[in-house]
């Protein structure tokens, strides 16, 4: 099976908690899996890693949270070629905020840049409509399993 980190940015606990829920269900179906809310760039250089879910909660006017930040200042500071990299996203938000989900759009933006292989479309998860997300992300997860 595939060995899958998820990556968290989270500020109130919401995407810590979708990643660890995504990350059990990917365990349950045999994967090797890593949940690090603290990531760094040697996390994604490493090759041994066959895919990488980043979740990102989105604070104040849109930005990345504080734990996720340093992580996205680093890639964007290096620009390495992440050509070997598999990832999605998972980007949490609520649409009553003008900058909706910014912060998972910044990241999935820097890792197209960076040349990474989108395997899945960005699931959003506007807190407005989805008081409790499990249900999307077990549904994105079914998904993405499917193309590992």
């Known amino acids: 099976m595939a ?3 998820f990556l968290v940015g989270s500020t109130y606990g ?3 908690q979708v990643a660890e829920d995504a990350a059990d269900q990917f365990e349950a179906l045999g994967h090797q899996v890593k949940v690090i809310s603290r990531p760094s760039i ?3 250089l490493s090759e041994e890693t066959d895919i990488f879910v980043l979740c990102a909660a989105t604070i104040g006017e849109g930005e990345i949270p ?3 930040l340093p992580f996205y200042q680093q890639l964007r500071d290096s620009l390495p070629t992440l050509a070997h990299l ?3 996203v998972i980007a949490l938000g609520d649409s009553s905020y003008d900058n909706f989900a910014d912060g998972g759009r910044q990241i999935n933006e820097l890792m197209i840049e960076l040349q990474a292989k989108q395997v899945q479309e960005m699931l959003i998860i506007d807190a407005c409509e989805t008081p409790d997300p499990e249900e999307a992300v077990t549904e994105w ?3 993405l399993h499917q193309k590992i």
């Open 42 to 44: 040697d996390d994604v």
């Open 3 to 5: 060995s899958v980190k």
């Open 66 to 68: 504080d734990n996720l």
């Open 86 to 88: 598999k990832y999605g």
């Open 14 to 16: 919401n995407a810590q």
């Open 141 to 143: 997860m079914g998904l």
